[in-house]
């Protein structure tokens, strides 16, 4: 931004609005090049209000202003005032209505924020601030009001007319033309209104509620996409069962409408009564859709319908409070998903998640607390740190009240707040009440940025048969944050005696009789020691069980230690974390030597590790996959001073060749092992089996001998279903066999009709370890499937290089740092979010050497200097350099 520099809102800052908005009716002309829409506001005094001078402000942008009525009065020039995005109207009355008529242009709209077109369909997305993009209003989560809204377009091209709320009348009208009018009776802020019209075809279902009432389930999508449809339908039956077993909550209208688009920025949007959707999240059949394309359009559903309570019914005072519904939406549809299947797998990949991307975020220039204080951009804002960090303060919570209280803190959180919008505040308190416990310093989560670190010693006195651990906690500064206060963290602490199994635990002091397992230690200081009592001798501790808190952890134990629990602990999160950290330190090892210029041999001990577990008929193949993965490049170089993306692609690249050759005889054993007969089913059993399976075939190809291609071969001819023919894929689209050359333009041309499965072919290229993958992006840009006004497109073309692909990213040259703000150059001025989210690619500059950052940097102030920046780009880039 040359001129002049957006602004900043903070929280301290908030004030309630001036008026409230009780009944809007919304009329839309609908023509996907001019819009005409009408809406009719009642408004009133807000009794709460901060001020009495009676001055009502809207919200509104890339408005075409047709006229103004106040009470009937049509107002002129001089009775308003319009500065940027904001129109006021002095000495307006105690209560009044607002009729106001706008023109826009949702074909023109390639931001995907308001009212715009997708496959030459109608939709919408107004969170946080879309609804400013159709029409004049106090846009803004606190302003809660009754919506009736009237959709008139042509029969032929818009059969289908959808809104919020219940349908009360439709019918035809003349020159072809008909209308519906929808009713909500639910208030709700703006960000929540939503509209679809087109042509969809119809899937219909329905749900009993376990009070007896009939709800009626519609899914729309376009006809070619109509037998795909069975797993989302399955999914949303499966969510509403769910929450009304686990908290009691039930539906609440007759109808609950999704609709799949192919255009959309984000994952899905959970608009009352009416969501839509990224098609992605929506979309499957066994040929097309992987087995992790099953589990997130089940999580994704989940978690949109768990919004209905979380969310709408009680939702957000302003954007400061985002983690409030999407912590706690994330951390329900994580206990869905974990519920659905396998506890222990999904909590493991939640953390990888966290640590991939949360972890990173909240080392760097963007990172801010959960409740952030300020934003100059609030689409920025849904973040990592918001939604997974968030929800692992809410897992906190339930780790610290247990599950029963825990269920009793909601259930008072939301029969205090229902109807209302509230505040993270409020959350805490409903807990605390509900827990009967002072959660005064865990506010501390909402308020500090950084991942807090925990340093672990511990003694053992053989003379006193007595055990102590000393945990210390700190927190790296963060932006604006220099200094922190320690944090309550619970610690979920096991000790583990020689042959592995849980020991009785007792603190000194305690009278209770020591019970064997887990129990959660509660941290508040920035030091504490535990000492544990009646150990005949040293245990091996086992903290932080389940992933108890968002936090790193370090401990004076040794690689024994590990080993041992990586093979016995009996929370399988931590049997698989203790694998991990052996393979870490073990590739960090590595990368060290390949920076002094050599390379090491392996630890045999830990290949030893490796088969014993691969071989172990007993254990959970899902699991298993999980245990025999390497921690990925991002981890590793989070772990380093300096992150040496070259070195970490060398070291974890030749640690899993060495596996891949050491191993060979075994994989193969577990790939035949894990091979199922029978159709393709994307159940919990059978996607362990078919990932085991995979890793065995990805580990067998990292050293391309004749027989692992030609199994590989054989999988990609012969799979009934996409898991399978992808995998082998993958592993292809990494080799240099010829053989490359014919399968992926075969896949091309098999698919050339289902974007979501070109998606597939294009981030498998994207991603691939061959170095010539930037020119392979680059020559792909210009295939006639990709379409760079498409955010899936981009972000599995553009965003799976830049965030997917370190080793060529970072390329030494700095061509893929030029290539990436190319890009964010090239979409800003047409879709600022999904510009913004891949200009994060470049903020960490500072993690990298001298010539990298040197090269970044270089990138990031050409965006700055940018003629027209968006706020979103702006302050992604500004703080990146700050
Ligand atoms: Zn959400």
């Given at each position: 931004m040359s001129d002049s520099q957006p602004r900043e809102v903070r929280l301290k800052d908030y004030v309630p609005p001036t008026y409230l908005v009780d009944t809007?009716?919304?009329?839309?002309?609908?023509?996907?090049?001019?819009?005409?829409?009408?809406?009719?506001?009642?408004?009133?005094?807000?009794?709460?209000?901060?001020?009495?001078?009676?001055?009502?402000?809207?919200?509104?942008?890339?408005?075409?202003?047709?006229?103004?009525?106040?009470?009937?009065?049509?107002?002129?020039?001089?009775?308003?005032?319009?500065?940027?995005?904001?129109?006021?109207?002095?000495?307006?009355?105690?209560?009044?209505?607002?009729?106001?008529?706008?023109?826009?242009?949702?074909?023109?709209?390639?931001?995907?924020?308001?009212?715009?077109?997708?496959?030459?369909?109608?939709?919408?997305?107004?969170?946080?601030?879309?609804?400013?993009?159709?029409?004049?209003?106090?846009?803004?989560?606190?302003?809660?009001?009754?919506?009736?809204?009237?959709?008139?377009?042509?029969y032929a091209r818009y059969p289908v007319l959808l809104a919020n709320g219940n349908l009360v009348e439709a019918g035809k009208l003349p020159d072809g033309r008909h209308f519906a009018r929808w009713d909500d009776p639910f208030p709700k802020p703006s960000y929540l209104f939503a509209l679809v019209a087109g042509d969809l075809v119809e899937i219909a279902d329905r749900f009993t509620t376990a009070s007896g009432r009939e709800v009626a389930l519609r899914l729309y999508v376009e006809a070619r996409n109509r037998a795909k449809c069975e797993?989302?339908?399955?999914?949303?039956?499966?969510?509403?069962?769910?929450?009304?077993?686990?908290?009691?909550?039930?539906?609440?209208?007759?109808?609950?409408?999704?609709?799949?688009?192919?255009?959309?920025?984000?994952?899905?949007?959970?608009?009352?009564?009416?969501?839509?959707?990224?098609?992605?999240?929506v979309l499957a059949r066994p040929e097309t859709a992987t087995d992790a394309d099953y589990q997130g359009i089940e999580g994704v559903i989940g978690h949109e319908y768990f919004h209905n309570w979380t969310g709408n019914r009680v939702t957000c005072r302003d954007w400061f409070q985002l983690s409030l519904k999407e912590g706690l939406t994330v951390f329900r549809d994580q206990q869905f998903s974990a519920d659905m299947g396998s506890a222990a797998v999904k909590r493991i990949e939640d953390v990888r998640i966290l640590r991939n991307s949360q972890f990173p975020e909240d080392a760097g220039p963007m990172a801010h607390p959960v409740r952030p204080a300020s934003y100059v951009e609030i689409n920025n804002f849904y973040t990592a740190t918001v939604y997974n960090k968030g929800a692992e303060v809410i897992r906190m919570y339930h780790t610290l009240l247990g599950p029963e209280r825990f269920r009793q803190g909601l259930r008072l959180y939301l029969e205090r707040h229902d109807g209302q919008a509230a505040t993270t505040d409020d959350f805490l308190r409903a807990?605390?009440?509900a827990g009967g416990i002072d959660l005064t310093q865990f506010q501390r989560w909402y308020e500090q940025a950084g991942t807090p670190e925990l340093q672990v010693e511990s003694a053992y006195d053989a003379a006193t048969r007595t055990f102590d651990l000393t945990v210390r906690?700190?927190?790296?500064?963060?932006?604006?944050?220099?200094?922190?206060?320690?944090?309550?963290?619970?610690?979920?602490?096991?000790?583990?005696?020689?042959?592995?199994?849980?020991?009785?635990?007792?603190?000194?002091?305690?009278?209770?009789?020591?019970?064997?397992?887990?129990?959660?230690?509660?941290?508040?200081?920035?030091?504490?020691?535990?000492?544990?009592?009646?150990?005949?001798?040293?245990?091996?501790?086992?903290l932080l069980r389940g992933f108890s808190a968002p936090v790193r952890l370090r401990g004076d134990w040794l690689q024994a230690d590990l080993a041992l629990r990586m093979a016995h602990d009996s929370d399988p999160f931590n049997r698989w974390e203790a694998?991990?950290?052996?393979?870490?330190?073990?590739?960090?090892?590595?990368?060290?030597?390949?920076?002094?210029?050599?390379?090491?041999?392996?630890?045999?001990?830990?290949?030893?590790?490796?088969?014993?577990?691969?071989?172990?008929?007993?254990?959970?193949?899902?699991?298993?996959?999980?245990?025999?993965?390497?921690?990925?490049?991002?981890?590793?170089?989070?772990?380093?001073?300096?992150?040496?993306?070259?070195?970490?692609?060398?070291?974890?690249?030749?640690?899993?060749?060495?596996?891949g050759e050491e191993l060979r005889d075994d994989f193969f054993q577990g790939y035949r092992r894990c091979r199922d007969a029978g159709p393709y089913r994307p159940e919990p059993a059978a996607i362990g089996r078919r990932s085991l399976k995979n890793l065995c075939l990805a580990y067998l190809m990292s050293r391309e001998d004749a027989d692992s291609l030609s199994l590989c071969l054989e999988q990609f001819e012969a799979?009934?279903?996409?898991?399978?023919?992808?995998?082998?894929?993958?592993?292809?689209?990494?080799?240099?066999?010829?053989?490359?050359e014919k399968a992926l333009p075969r896949f091309r041309e098999q698919w050339a009709d289902d974007p979501l499965v070109l998606d597939k072919w294009f981030l498998l290229q994207a991603t691939s370890r061959r170095p010539e993958a930037?020119?392979?992006?680059?020559?792909?840009?210009?295939?006639?499937?990709?379409?760079?006004?498409?955010?899936?497109?981009?972000?599995?073309?553009?965003?799976?290089?830049?965030?997917?692909?370190?080793?060529?990213?970072?390329?030494?040259?700095?061509?893929?740092y030029r290539f990436c703000a190319d890009q964010v150059l090239a979409i800003d001025p047409f879709n600022p979010q999904v510009a913004a989210r891949l200009l994060g690619a470049l903020s960490r500059w500072r993690r990298y050497d001298g010539a990298r950052q040197g090269l970044m940097r270089k990138e990031l102030e050409r965006i700055l200097a940018a003629e027209g920046l968006s706020p979103d780009c702006y302050e992604i880039a500004a703080k990146s350099l700050a």
């Open positions: 809007v009716d919304l009329h839309f002309d609908l023509d996907d090049a001019r819009t005409l829409v009408t809406a009719a506001l009642k408004l009133r005094r807000n009794p709460d209000a901060a001020t009495t001078d009676p001055v009502l402000t809207l919200f509104g942008r890339d408005l075409e202003l047709l006229s103004l009525r106040l009470d009937g009065r049509e107002l002129g020039e001089g009775d308003y005032r319009i500065l940027g995005e904001n129109l006021s109207i002095a000495g307006v009355p105690d209560t009044f209505s607002l009729q106001i008529e706008t023109v826009i242009h949702p074909r023109e709209n390639t931001s995907l924020e308001g009212l715009y077109t997708s496959s030459g369909n109608f939709c919408t997305q107004c969170e946080p601030e879309g609804f400013r993009k159709i029409t004049w209003f106090p846009d803004r989560p606190d302003v809660l009001a009754r919506y009736t809204v009237t959709l008139v377009a042509e797993h989302a339908m399955a999914s949303l039956k499966k969510a509403m069962a769910w929450d009304e077993q686990v908290y009691g909550l039930e539906y609440d209208l007759d109808i609950y409408m999704i609709v799949a688009v192919d255009d959309f920025n984000m994952g899905a949007m959970e608009n009352k009564g009416l969501n839509v959707f990224n098609s992605k999240y807990m605390a009440e906690q700190s927190c790296p500064a963060t932006p604006g944050q220099p200094l922190k206060e320690p944090f309550h963290i619970p610690l979920a602490a096991g000790l583990l005696g020689p042959d592995g199994r849980d020991l009785p635990l007792r603190l000194e002091g305690e009278t209770a009789p020591a019970v064997a397992g887990t129990r959660v230690l509660e941290l508040r200081h920035a030091t504490e020691t535990f000492r544990f009592v009646d150990l005949k001798e040293r245990p091996v501790p086992s694998g991990q950290q052996l393979a870490c330190d073990l590739l960090l090892r590595q990368v060290t030597a390949i920076g002094d210029g050599r390379e090491e041999a392996f630890d045999s001990s830990f290949v030893a590790a490796f088969r014993a577990a691969l071989n172990d008929a007993e254990s959970d193949p899902a699991l298993l996959a999980l245990a025999l993965t390497l921690p990925t490049e991002t981890y590793l170089g989070e772990q380093l001073e300096v992150i040496d993306p070259a070195a970490i692609h060398q070291a974890r690249e030749s640690l899993r060749r060495h596996l799979a009934d279903n996409m898991t399978d023919v992808l995998a082998a894929l993958g592993c292809l689209a990494n080799s240099t066999d010829p053989r490359r930037l020119d392979e992006v680059r020559r792909l840009m210009a295939d006639s499937a990709f379409n760079i006004r498409n955010p899936n497109k981009v972000r599995a073309l553009i965003g799976a290089f830049c965030q997917g692909n370190p080793a060529r990213f970072h390329a030494a040259d700095g061509e893929g």
